[in-house]
């Protein structure tokens, strides 16, 4: 019973960790005006603060957010790879597949 519940749990972090890398990328997407994503980027000029400038702000704390808890989780399930353990190793490949295969469509939504 342990080892199927320390597979299930390597399953979910792995999804958790797609899951996270597809938020990621919905976030930028929406930080990001379709023009600014296009053209290259200019310089802010000094001294003039513009008002996307605090939204852009936020959306740069929130993809650190993010970015630290994906670290974490992918080096849980590095760690638990680590283990040697064959099942372990399947369950965060199963993982990483589903994960993959649920977000991937909503990352066109956002």
Known sequence: MGMVLSVLVILLLSMLYEAIKMGKA??????????????PLL???????????G???????????FHVVQVVLGYM???AVMSYNAWI??????????GYFVMYPLLGRG
């Open 55 to 65: 939204r852009w702000f936020q959306y740069h704390v929130g993809q650190t957010l």
């Open 89 to 98: 190793f399947l369950g965060a490949i199963a993982g990483s597949t589903l």
């Open 43 to 53: 310089e802010p000029e000094e001294g003039v603060p513009s008002p996307t400038q």
């Open 77 to 79: 399930v590095m760690l």
């Open 26 to 39: 919905v976030l930028l997407r929406r930080a990001l005006p379709p023009s600014l994503s296009q053209d």
